[in-house]
């Protein structure tokens, strides 16, 4: 029995030590080669500090910064291990709140936020984005329209021209990969770095 077994075995180390170990070591030496930024996480960094990744999305209350997407992220509550707390944009704990359209919870909260927001700009409509969560609870993005949305209330806190505030959204408006792929976005880190540089001359 052991002689019709063996090359089954020695055909699963062999393939667990190429998949498992040799290819994904190569993959990632290649990758730190031709994309090193981004093979480290694609972090920013300011003054020598990193303060946050391209890739994943910040919680930003403030009124003077834009704001990004709803996040139903969660971890454990620290009083007691059993349940959940809200943790916006934690990346340990990647998901969606798995709430569906018949849930009062997300209706209520959806509600809430859009409430909130005409509040905030009485004259425009409510972009989706703004009171919606991604599948991840991490996305770092917004629409264009959502960021125009909040111009208003940033270029109020700041004391800048709407104009100037608006020019910085266009000019941090990512298109379609290649044209064709996706959709276009503003990443609200960047964007918000870009009002602090702004700010500061």
């Known amino acids: 029995m052991l002689r019709e077994i063996r090359p089954a075995i020695l055909l699963l180390l062999l393939l667990t030590a190429i998949t498992g170990l040799a290819y994904p070591l190569a993959m990632t030496a290649i990758a730190g080669v031709i994309f090193p930024r981004q ?14 990744s ?3 999305g910040q919680e930003f209350k403030d009124d003077k910064y ?3 997407r709803p996040s139903a ?10 349940k959940t707390v809200s943790a916006p944009y934690n990346a340990a704990n990647s998901g969606a709140s ?14 809430e936020d859009v409430e909130k927001l005409k509040a905030e700009n009485p ?9 919606t969560t991604s599948g991840s609870g991490l996305d770092p993005d917004i629409s264009p329209d959502a960021a125009l949305f909040q111009v208003p209330r940033v270029a109020k806190a700041r004391g800048m021209a709407e104009a100037r505030v608006r020019q910085l959204v266009t000019e941090h408006t990512q298109g379609r ?3 064709l792929l996706g959709e276009p976005r503003v990443n609200v880190l960047a964007l918000n770095l870009a009002l602090d540089a702004g700010a500061s001359k």
Not at 39 to 52: M, P, R, W
């Open 39 to 52: 093979a480290q996480g694609s972090l920013i960094e300011k003054d020598g500090k990193v303060i946050g």
């Open 54 to 56: 391209s890739l994943i």
């Open 66 to 68: 834009f704001h990004g």
């Open 73 to 82: 992220t969660s971890a454990p509550d620290p009083a007691d291990a059993s």
């Open 98 to 111: 798995n709430l569906g359209p018949t849930s009062k919870a997300l209706a209520d909260r959806v509600k």
């Open 123 to 131: 004259g425009a409509a409510v972009p989706a984005d703004l009171v």
């Open 177 to 179: 990969l290649a044209g």
